[in-house]
């Protein structure tokens, strides 16, 4: 029998006490490990990822960027991930209780803005979405950056500011369903949408798109998690993963790209 | 040679039948047992999404399929019988939706027919209709993949038509179109189905090029293979609704390839 889920065991041990235990030492920490993560989290998590690798020699971090609830159906069906960073909690929720290595934590936050093609006046501000007419493209409801997008018009909505039935007539607009964040992104850069509700941290990298903020009273605190897994085939590199993105050095990675910290 | 017992040969391929055999098997086993041992799944069969889906997939496939027989005959005629001018580049044109991946299919269909695409910027400034996100988009898309199969197996199956015996009617006073009509469809007819079951098959397994050129909305663009990948990934109807609405597209495909049975039975008695 090898040591290996001792060690895990230990090291998991430790990270629930708390108290910044020490991460696992470099040389417990090798082979590949398989992080599923969410798609808005594409481009901070190269970045972690090569850092990562950087600290521990030897590692190779494999990454699967989905939507979380379609990495979540992943895990369920038996899917060898060692790690997995949800956009939402109600993501995390659905994965069996059995895969999840410790409670899952908060490593990120992030808020939602109106993607519209560079240039285009279709959309001016966040009430013009329910203008008739208007191509508007939501992820699915249960994608979390669909369920955060009416989480957002039901707020509107209710504010009575956009008149009535602003849900309603925003939602007469909506012509497709996307199956993550950036294929709804996807649908406006290339101009087939007038607009769509992605995260502010999904527009920075695009010249094609342009953000229309919205307004606080609006928007949601879109909250990230993750969680090392057990079933996967490197526990203890999913582990160390988990514990490098949320140090100083994982946490940079992702507030360059406009993440922000989860108030401790 | 003699007649001796059943050689290594035989069985080996016997052996190798069975595996082919099981391999194909099982997977449907599995849908129809996962159907009826979650009862889930039962109930998403009468969910009326699985019905809006299956409605927009036979009207759209339905559309398809005649588009494809409306404007494939004629082409496929045309590579059979006559030395047309670039008929090898129309040839290889029509054998590359069969053989890029549905995605290609759906970015190169936006490019062409999207609201910034060389022919879908000018017709939107001009009328101002824009085809993606319809179920216009759905009928394109699959005519897109799937024609191609139709006019593969029309155009076969009228090359195996003998010239002479259009030849002959013709000098029998018939005119063209009603030598086509009287002779050579009906010589055809079995390649000219096969080739339409076929079509409509493809059309209705069409996800890629959907997705991409036509979006998903339930009711208006999400055809049945949509819904199973929206379900898939955690849609209200979740698992047990993907293995329904699979049970579903795999009913629908099965009446499909019986009917082209019966129908081909039919027309040789």
């Given at each position: 029998m090898s040591a290996r889920p001792l060690v895990a065991l230990l090291i998991a041990a430790a990270f629930l006490a708390g108290c910044g235990g020490a991460p696992p030492s470099s040389s417990e920490v090798t082979g590949e490990v398989i992080v599923s993560a969410a798609s808005s989290l594409t481009e901070a998590f190269a970045d972690a990822t090569r850092a990562f690798e950087r600290q521990y020699p030897g590692t190779k971090v494999t990454l699967n960027f989905a939507s979380s609830s379609t990495l979540a159906t992943q895990i369920n069906e038996g899917a060898p991930a060692d790690v997995f960073a949800s956009a939402d909690e109600a993501q995390v929720k659905t994965v069996?209780?059995?895969?999840?290595?410790?409670a899952p934590e908060v490593f990120a936050r992030n808020r939602l803005v109106v993607a519209k093609p560079a240039g285009s006046t279709a959309i001016m501000v966040y009430g013009d979405l329910a203008k008739p007419g208007l191509r508007l493209v939501l992820a699915a409801d249960v994608v979390p950056v669909g369920a955060y997008a009416l989480q957002s018009i039901e707020a509107a909505d209710r504010s009575g500011v956009f008149g009535a039935d602003f849900r309603g007539r925003v939602l007469a607009n909506v012509r497709s369903r996307e199956a993550n964040v950036r294929s709804a992104l996807a649908k406006v850069e290339l101009g087939e949408a007038d607009g769509a509700i992605v995260y502010q941290t999904d527009v920075g990298a695009s010249l094609k798109v342009e953000a229309i903020p919205i307004p606080d009273a609006y928007n949601v605190s879109a909250t990230y998690l993750i969680v090392p897994l057990k079933g996967g085939t490197n526990p203890t590199a999913g582990l160390a993963f988990v514990a490098f993105i949320r140090e100083a050095e994982g946490q940079t990675s992702l507030t360059k790209r406009g993440f922000t910290m989860p108030s401790r | 040679m003699t007649q001796r017992r059943p050689s290594g040969t035989t069985l080996a391929v016997a052996l190798l039948a069975l595996v082919f055999a099981l391999f194909f098997l099982f997977p449907f086993a599995g849908l129809v047992w996962r159907a009826m041992d979650d009862p889930r799944a039962r109930e998403a069969l009468g969910d009326p999404a699985v019905g809006t889906a299956l409605r927009l997939s036979l009207v759209t496939t339905a559309v398809s399929v005649t588009l494809s027989l409306l404007f494939g005959t004629p082409v496929a005629y045309l590579l059979a019988r006559c030395r047309i001018p670039g008929g090898a580049v129309l040839d290889a044109l029509l054998d590359l939706p069969i053989v890029l991946p549905p995605t290609v299919a759906g970015v190169a269909l936006l490019t062409a027919?999207?609201?910034?695409g060389l022919l879908g910027e000018p017709i939107e400034a001009l009328t101002g209709f824009s085809l993606p996100f319809t179920a216009l988009a759905v009928i394109v898309a699959q005519t897109f993949v799937a024609a191609p199969l139709y006019v593969r197996a029309a155009r076969a199956g009228f090359e195996a038509v003998d010239p002479e015996l259009e030849a002959i009617a013709r000098t029998l006073g018939a005119s063209r179109a009603h030598v086509f009509r009287r002779i050579t469809v009906p010589l055809a007819r079995g390649p000219l189905l096969a080739g339409a079951v076929l079509c409509w098959a493809r059309a209705l397994g069409e996800l890629g090029a959907t997705l991409i050129?036509?979006?998903?909305?339930?009711?208006?663009?999400?055809t049945l293979p949509l819904a199973v990948v929206a379900a898939f990934e955690g849609g209200p109807l979740g698992l047990p609704g993907a293995v329904a609405l699979s049970l579903v597209l795999l009913a629908v495909a099965l009446v499909l390839l019986m009917t082209l049975r019966i129908v081909a039975k039919r027309g040789l008695a």
């Open positions: 069996q209780p059995d895969r999840l290595a410790t | 027919f999207g609201r910034r050129f036509a979006g998903n909305l339930a009711g208006r663009t999400q």
